[in-house]
């Protein structure tokens, strides 16, 4: 972001407790963190759960921040220390709708293209696709890691640097609404949904509530807009009916990894899929539709760097949203062989007496953890398979069945050890054993600490282990734990 105390003071409607020593110097960027302040900083002074952002204002200016955004009056020490260093602060009376103001303000001022960009699974793996593929051509920004809710999209709008020519924001959700919300401020230019699956039954119930959920991204579409979805997930149909597409003018391109999508003018699709002996996906890209020559097939031959055919979709998806901003599929292609994992989404790490080690542990589905083990399975190794999968949360009514499904994906992956962390995780064991997993091969274990040790006792260095949980599971201590 590039704005003053100034126009800040205009955006929040908020009072100067404390003028700066310069009001129309730029803020250099924003933090709600103290301790990641920096010199030229905007300080969000959030209320939090077990402390107040309000009581660090001195710790955040004294670490260089420019300005504080805060509820309430600084207290005698932060008032100090502000004019001691010539920065101000400002009172709103709420800290996080400032922040959103401030995004939708910055937002005004961007010429960048917006593309929004959600799904119950994948979705941080298609923004990274994404980001990769516009980068090739474009000064390109993109959501950080996972600050995708209500509060880390404002982030990423604010991120964004002046010069910026493509936004890619990751929005996410757990209730209806908020992905309105996020568009209110975020004003998409493009939107991708890359499926609708069982993530948020526990709090919203059914799958066509959460497809609606999902479908608040294409209804913020305007005409002319592009409209990407996924031909291969049942509820795409629900989703362009209930958007309104067609019937608004919103420009529609379908993306498959099943061969070609069927009826769509615009598509992008995989053919003669196959993986070499680390999982890796390659694939003819194929598209039509996005260039003059609209009624003809082009094709390219795309190898992935990233594992497992389940990202074959997401590339896709990715590969889509770069032929409308007008890249050659060439180019596409070439951007997606370069694609790396991010944190804990498959990264590849090396335990400490060598076996190889699949860090997945950011996130899981009934969906994604098939995935993850479907690439285990095509994984060639000399070694064991072993598989640590944990808790995944928000499935409600679902989460008995889902637990089970991924034991059963576990039977079929041909694990030689299944380590079960976590109380639904039972349902995972139980899942695997009624699908003929011998129950010598399967272990519970109560948290990360224990499947550590269990770990340590029987791995050796031609192994490979995928370790995959919900993140409120935190089994990167597993990881964490192996590779020390």
Sequence with gaps: MKLDTNRILDITSGCLAIAPRDSSADLTGLTWDSRTAWQGCLYAALPGERVDGNDFVAAAIEAGAMLALASREPDASAAQVAQARGAGVIVVEDVEKAITELAAAWRSMLGATVIGITGSVGKTTVKSLTRQVLSSRFKTCATKGNFNNELGAPYTVLSADADCEMLVVEMGMDDLGQIEHICSFARPDMGLVNNVGVSHLERLGSRENIARAKAELFEALGAGAFAFLNADDDMTPFLREHARLEERGVVEAAFSMAGEPAGASKAVWAEDVSVDDEGRPRFALCARGFDVLAGETQRVECELGLRGVHNISNACGAAAIGLACGIDLSDVAQ?????????????????????????????????????????????????????????????????????????????QAGLALLVCVGE???????????????????????????????????IDSSDVVLVKASHFMRLDRVVEGIIA
Excluded: W
């Excluded at 370069?338 to 699949?358: D, I, L, M, T, W």
């Excluded at 995935?371 to 095509?378: D, I, T, W």
């Excluded at 995944?392 to 069945?401: D, I, R």
């Excluded at 995972?428 to 340590?456: H, N, Q, T």
């Design 335 to 411: 951007a997606l062989s370069e694609a790396v994992p991010e944190a804990g989404r498959q990264e590849v790490k090396h335990a400490a007496c060598g076996a190889v080690v699949f860090d997945d542990a950011y996130n899981a589905s009934p969906a994604s953890m098939t995935a993850s083990l479907r690439m285990l399975a095509s994984y060639k190794s000399s070694g064991r398979k072993i598989a640590v999968l944990g808790d995944m949360g928000e499935l409600g009514e679902a989460s008995v069945e889902g637990h089970r499904e991924s034991g059963r994906a576990a039977a």
């Design 424 to 458: 639904a995780a039972g349902d995972i064991a139980r899942g695997a054993c009624e699908a003929g997993m011998p129950e010598e091969c399967i272990v519970r274990v109560a948290d990360a600490d224990v499947a550590v040790a269990v770990l340590k006792e029987r």
